[in-house]
């Protein structure tokens, strides 16, 4: 079984403030995912990386996958309320039928 | 398109009792999961299936079984509830499997086994 952890666990910060969450490995993956999910809802996916090195934005997050794709990070710039929620990387196995998930960044933005 | 919807939204079992967690798609995804989720734990593949007819194991199969008699539509049973099995439990389901698909969540079952 792949084994995603991801740091921190915990975030509080106050609106305006940038940064950075973790999501590292031992193993090599084709792709990863990145999913935001708010309370009481199912997660929504937010970015998939497939290209070691590469780096995706979207609007204030930036993801970067590593260039051994082993780990990756998910920058968020000027933080806002809005971004509160638990940030979850996710990947597949090598067979390609399996999803596993880290345990998760639960970020709080305080205004 | 409704997406991926789940019943009940909230259950609470005694210990023995049996369910079954309803879960549908309307995007004709041949790939369907369950997951649950546990505090700090995120989330954990129960069982999945990559078409009708066609159920396999997950992470944490043991006191739940499947089945996929459609495309549309992937029920769990918890067979013999247990208060290990308080949870909230998600279902969701994608094009394929694998790490490079998006998954669409279902909202979620939070179940409270007593």
């Known amino acids: 079984t792949q084994l995603l952890e991801q740091s921190p666990q915990f975030l509080s910060i106050q609106e305006g403030e940038n940064l950075t969450v973790y999501c590292n490995s031992s193993s090599v993956f084709s792709s990863l995912q990145w999913y935001r999910q708010e309370p009481g809802e199912g997660p929504v996916l937010l970015v998939t990386?497939?290209?070691?090195?590469e780096v995706k934005k979207l609007k204030r997050l930036t993801f970067q996958f590593g260039d051994a794709r082993k780990d990756s990070s998910l920058h968020i710039t000027a933080a806002q309320p809005g971004d509160t929620g638990l940030y979850l990387c996710?990947?597949?196995?090598?067979?390609?039928?399996?999803?596993?998930f880290g345990g998760g960044t639960r970020l709080m933005v305080k205004p | 398109n409704a997406g991926v919807t789940q019943t009940p939204k909230f259950q609470v079992l005694k210990t023995g009792q049996s369910m079954t967690l309803q879960c549908a798609q309307d995007?004709?995804?041949?790939?369907m999961s369950w997951y649950r989720q546990d505090p700090g734990m995120g989330l954990r593949l129960i069982h999945y299936s990559v078409g009708a007819g066609i159920t396999d194991q997950g992470e944490v199969p043991n006191g739940y079984n499947v089945s996929r008699s459609t495309t549309e539509d992937f029920p769990l049973r918890l067979l013999s509830a247990a208060p290990s099995q308080t949870s909230v439990y998600f279902c969701?389901?994608?094009?394929?499997?694998?790490?490079?698909?998006?998954?669409?969540f279902g909202p979620g079952t939070r179940l409270t086994v007593t």
């Open positions: 969701a389901s994608s094009r394929q499997g694998g790490g490079s698909w998006e998954q669409y």
């Open positions: 995007m004709n995804h041949e790939y």
């Open positions: 996710a990947a597949g196995n090598n067979a390609g039928n399996m999803l596993t």
């Open positions: 990386v497939v290209t070691g090195g």
